[in-house]
């Protein structure tokens, strides 16, 4: 069975940090690029970042480059999304999806994705 959890997710203040973290089951991680997606209220879903399968290659949505950094362990079949320099702005749920595509390529649309997580929720306030 396919399955992606999401977790680290919670409440912090403005200028604070977070790390994220998605465990996948049923799938090889090593054969899927990942990415993270996130959803505020009201708003719809928009790519956050992504990485490719080989790590060679990775991409930041331009309001979180410098602030973000998307990591992927293989071996432990997990995924990370560190957050720092949160603001208010970033406040929504978080989720991690996976994509069978080729070794090199980078997803960035949400269609593209097989597999998706249930996602954790991040809250910037103070």
């Known amino acids: 069975q396919v399955q992606l959890v999401e977790s680290g997710g919670g409440l912090v203040q403005p200028g604070g940090s977070l790390r994220l973290s998605c465990v996948v089951s049923g799938f090889a991680l090593d054969a899927y690029a990942v990415g993270w997606f996130r959803q505020a209220p009201g708003k719809e879903r928009e790519g956050v970042s992504c990485?490719?399968?080989?790590?060679?290659?990775?991409h930041y949505a331009d309001f979180v480059k410098g602030r973000f950094t998307i990591s992927r362990d293989n071996a432990k079949n997990m995924v990370y999304l560190q957050m720092n320099s949160l603001s208010p702005e970033d406040t929504a749920v978080y989720y991690c999806?996976?994509?069978?595509?080729?070794?090199?390529?980078?997803?960035?649309?949400?269609?593209?994705?097989?597999?998706w997580g249930q996602g954790t929720q991040v809250t910037v306030s103070s």
């Open positions: 990485i490719s399968r080989s790590e060679g290659n990775i």
């Open positions: 999806a996976a994509a069978s595509r080729n070794r090199n390529y980078i997803p960035r649309l949400s269609e593209e994705y097989d597999y």
